[in-house]
């Protein structure tokens, strides 16, 4: 059964630091693996997805890595900003070939001006 | 463009009646996704649909729970009896079909069952 795992589950920073958040997950069968950030009282949005066969995406300031062999990804924040201050979710497919994800628990991130 | 609606917002009703929450997803997206959150189990898939068909509802938790997709623009869950243990945050997603589309998440309704 698929686990995923997030550490740490909080982190406060000072504005401009760069940062990773961690992921980790059991069964390294997955076709994908999203990071979602969440908004309080907000749905969660599409950050990163990375097939299988890749090993990184970045968009803009941020950076997600996978590494499917030892059951880890990092999500990389460069020079942190205030409205950085989210959750962060990672997923993956729960088995197999399916849309069925399972989601960590998340890293609620705070960025101190 | 418009995003994951959802109605509504915010819902209160007291056990044992009947709640209804909706679902108008991303115009083209073909793939439909109900979820749960609460803080003791995080997030949870309840059921998907993939060109209206329900394919997985392995995560809808009793029978008291039912979803419907009559067309491409709309989806029901509803909840009948509910129950306090009912409470949760309701999201609703959509995606292009396909395993590696990203998902694009309502904002959510918020329900409380006193």
């Known amino acids: 059964k698929q686990e995923v795992t997030q550490i740490p589950a909080a982190l406060s920073v000072p504005e401009g630091e760069n940062l990773v958040l961690n992921c980790s997950f059991t069964d390294s069968a997955i076709y994908n693996l999203q990071w979602f950030r969440q908004d309080p009282g907000k749905g969660l949005t599409s950050l990163l997805l990375?097939?299988?066969?890749?090993r990184e995406q970045t968009s803009g300031r941020l950076n997600a890595s996978l590494d499917k062999s030892s059951g880890r990804s990092t999500l990389y924040i460069a020079a942190s900003q205030p409205g950085d201050s989210a959750t962060y979710l990672c997923?993956?497919?729960?088995?197999?070939?399916?849309?069925?994800?399972?989601f960590g628990t998340g890293t609620r991130l705070k960025v101190l001006a | 463009d418009a995003g994951v609606i959802q109605s509504p917002r915010h819902e209160v009703t007291e056990m044992g009646q009947e709640v209804t929450l909706r679902c108008k997803p991303i115009?083209?997206?073909?793939?439909l996704f109900w979820y749960r959150q609460t803080m003791m189990r995080g997030l949870e898939l309840l059921i998907y649909f993939n060109n209206n068909v329900p394919i997985d509802d392995s995560g809808m938790p009793e029978d008291r729970f039912s979803a419907k997709m009559p067309n491409a623009s709309f989806s029901t869950l509803k909840i009948q009896p509910s129950e306090p243990r009912d409470s949760a945050v309701y999201f609703c997603?959509?995606?292009?079909?396909?395993?590696?589309?990203?998902?694009?998440f309502g904002d959510g309704t918020r329900l409380s069952i006193l």
């Open positions: 997923a993956v497919p729960g088995d197999g070939r399916t849309y069925k994800y399972i």
């Open positions: 115009s083209g997206h073909n793939s």
């Open positions: 997603a959509s995606s292009s079909l396909g395993l590696n589309q990203p998902q694009h």
């Open positions: 990375i097939q299988s066969s890749q």
